[in-house]
């Protein structure tokens, strides 16, 4: 796909639902007793895996556009599957799967695809290995095909080495099916939907601080849900909005979940005009409305307990830099390079190749801002947060910008190249 420059972005977007909370929504339903009916559910490929799965596991689940209804099996009322689970490209999928299947009466095997099977899952196997579950990496790397045979699990007072939401949440859906009380605790603390909706759904769950405690349920509870948009694709035209030159965007609808919007903070920081109305709780979930306009923007320092509130926003914030006076300095997100390809290295090839002055670092990247990009081919690796950065990048490009594997941006935003198109069209 090709990208040529654009200014004058003007309008307003709503962006699809949060994944997040559309793969829990369908997850937590699935185990509940009733029909838990979803209404701004993301119809992104992620998300289709979690609902297909599910589907494989004898939930009846029908869908009509965004709108959802999962009839739920009650927490014992999973079927065995009669294949291997498919998650596609969703990590989220693998690891909050594998917490419910740990406590299972029945043994059950995932797979994904390429980019699934390099990523890491001993950060899952560990804990549920120690509440006495029974989980095998079927290549003996550590990684997908997984193997899980359900048993009886013990709680756990778990102290992840990692701030991920994926890991926390794992442990704590095991932690509905166990004996006694699972405690997990991040050494910063990550989005927090798990602990949020599970709650509506009736479990017995508390958290404080970095710390959430979870007592095995008897039943969970269907739920209505309506899914905010997901700040994690409003990125895209918040950064465009940022240094497309005269542009104002208004994104409506956002999800503004306090452990989810870092990108806010940074934003300001480099002095970017960037400000939020019609703020309101939904379903529990703070939204609200996002307004962007073209920016002077200067350098900051990334780092520290925000990385894990904007973790999915780096390679587009790196973009960002590139457009601001002086250095940026993005530390702490080592996990970029275990996300849908290694986005440190992906990030630093592609901005280079546009003309960025950017190093790349053990934890983080390094931007010198004020470069001017001019077009390239770039491939996406097939991560659909680099295909968008990169088709924003390209809009703020001398020459043409070449993408390929662009299509992948399904995976997380299917409309997002109809939206771009809208925007730029004025
Ligand atoms: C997610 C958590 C994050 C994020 C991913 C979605 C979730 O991963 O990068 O896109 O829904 O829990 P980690 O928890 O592994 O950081």
Redesign the pocket.
């Given at each position: 796909m090709e990208f040529s420059q654009k200014k004058g972005l003007r309008g307003e977007i709503t962006v699809p639902g949060d994944?997040?909370i559309s793969?829990?929504s369908v997850m937590f339903g699935a185990i509940s007793k009733g029909t838990t009916e979803i209404s701004n559910f993301l119809t992104g490929a992620d998300c289709l895996s979690t609902i297909s799965c599910f589907r494989q596991m004898g939930v009846d689940i029908e869908t009509d556009g965004n709108h959802v209804l999962v009839h739920g099996n009650g927490l014992h009322g999973l079927k065995a599957p009669s294949q291997r689970l498919d998650v596609g490209n969703s990590?989220?999928t693998t690891?909050?799967l594998s917490g419910i299947l740990a406590g299972q009466r029945f043994a059950s095997e995932l797979d994904g695809d390429a980019s699934i099977r390099k990523r890491p899952m001993r950060r899952i196997m560990t804990p549920l290995q120690s509440m006495g579950a029974e989980i095998t990496s079927l290549n003996q790397n550590d990684c997908a095909p997984l193997r899980i045979v359900g048993k009886s699990l013990k709680g756990i007072d778990y102290l992840s080495p990692?701030?991920?939401?994926?890991?926390?949440?794992c442990v704590l859906l095991a932690g509905l099916y166990a004996e006694g009380e699972t405690r997990v605790t991040e050494p910063e603390l990550?989005?927090n939907?798990?602990e949020l909706m599970l709650s509506a759904f009736g479990a017995d769950l508390t958290s404080s601080g970095k710390t959430a405690v979870i007592h095995p349920a008897k039943e969970l509870y269907a739920q209505k849900i309506i899914v905010p948009g997901d700040i994690?694709s409003a990125v895209y035209w918040v950064v465009a909005g940022l240094i497309t030159p005269d542009s104002e965007i208004t994104i409506r609808n956002v999800g503004l979940n306090p452990t989810r919007d870092g990108i806010l903070e940074v934003c300001r920081s480099m002095n970017g005009q960037v400000s939020v109305s019609n703020e309101r709780i939904q379903g529990g979930e703070k939204v609200g409305d996002i307004t962007v306009k073209t920016s002077e923007l200067k350098g900051t320092v990334i780092g520290g307990s925000v990385i894990?509130r904007l973790?999915?926003e780096l390679p587009t914030m790196a973009l960002l830099a590139c457009f601001a006076q002086g250095d940026t300095v993005i530390r702490d997100a080592q996990?970029l390079k275990?996300?849908e390809s290694d986005r440190i290295a992906v990030m630093v090839e592609n901005l280079t190749k546009m003309g960025a002055d950017v190093e790349g670092t053990e934890d983080g990247m390094v931007i010198h801002g004020k470069c001017r990009l001019h077009g390239a081919e770039l491939d996406s690796c097939l991560d659909h947060r680099i295909a968008m950065t990169f088709a924003i990048a390209g809009i703020n490009a001398s020459g043409t910008t070449k993408i390929k594997g662009a299509e992948c941006v399904n995976i997380s935003y299917p409309s997002f190249y109809e939206d771009l198109a809208r925007l730029t069209r004025g």
């Open positions: 994944k997040s793969h829990r990590g989220t690891r909050l990692v701030a991920s939401a994926q890991v926390k949440s990550s989005r939907h798990t994690s894990p973790i999915d996990e275990v996300k």
